[in-house]
């Protein structure tokens, strides 16, 4: 098995386990008691909240008594996802854009598969996976009633535009067999796409 057909692999167990963990995570939990219970419960609750608030009164006003815990984000999440796929992105572009040939002999057949070509295509690939994450778990923080000024309305247009880009340098340099400008396109989408990612970090 060659390199190039391991990375694919990978980026593709990536790309799925990212989004059964994002499906899953939007399914609602399975409530398995029984309906009495259900009802048991219902009934009970309004008990509950009274002892707790003759136990919240017995503590008194002193509001240096009570502690409240900071707030932890999950480590992984629909959102935290797209965090880390953009910034994968960027180091992906990075690699591409450090691993560029440069061929002595200017009549060489040129080197369609190789290093810049793989990583080139890794990097499509997670921007894809990133725009995708995106829309799926951001959709409802894009408006045009904020105008596009709004931090969240650029970061979707810059990112979706920085990936688009990236894949149209990287499609018309791998469908070509001579040599094709395509570096300032494709620096031109990270850019975008790091700008993106610095809006809303």
């Known amino acids: ?22 499906a899953y995570a939007a399914e609602p939990l399975l409530d398995l008691s029984l309906p009495q219970e259900r009802e048991q419960i219902q009934a009970a609750r309004p008990f509950l909240l009274a002892a707790n608030d003759v136990e919240n009164a017995s503590v008194g006003r002193d509001s240096s008594a009570v502690t409240q815990e900071a707030f932890e984000p999950k480590l992984f999440s629909g959102s935290k996802m797209h965090q880390y796929l953009g910034v994968g992105t960027a180091v992906f572009a990075a690699a591409a854009f450090m691993t560029h040939p440069h061929p002595t ?75 094709v400008s395509h570096a300032a396109m494709s620096e031109l989408g990270a850019l975008g796409m790091v700008i993106a990612i610095k809006l809303t970090w």
Do not use: I
Not at 1 to 22: D, I, P, Q
Not at 108 to 126: I, S, Y
Not at 142 to 147: P, T
């Open 105 to 179: 002999d200017p009549n060489a057949p040129r080197e369609t598969n190789g290093t810049h070509a793989q990583l080139a295509k890794a990097t499509v690939a997670m921007a894809a996976a990133t725009v995708a994450t995106g829309l799926y778990t951001h959709w409802d923080d894009f408006s045009m009633e904020d105008g596009w000024s709004d931090p969240d309305n650029l970061h979707v247009l810059l990112g979706a535009t920085g990936a688009a880009l990236m894949a149209y340098a990287t499609v018309r340099s791998a469908n070509s067999s001579v040599p």
């Open 1 to 22: 098995m060659t390199v190039a057909n391991k990375l694919h692999r990978l980026l593709l167990a990536l790309c799925l386990a990212s989004c059964a963990g994002v």
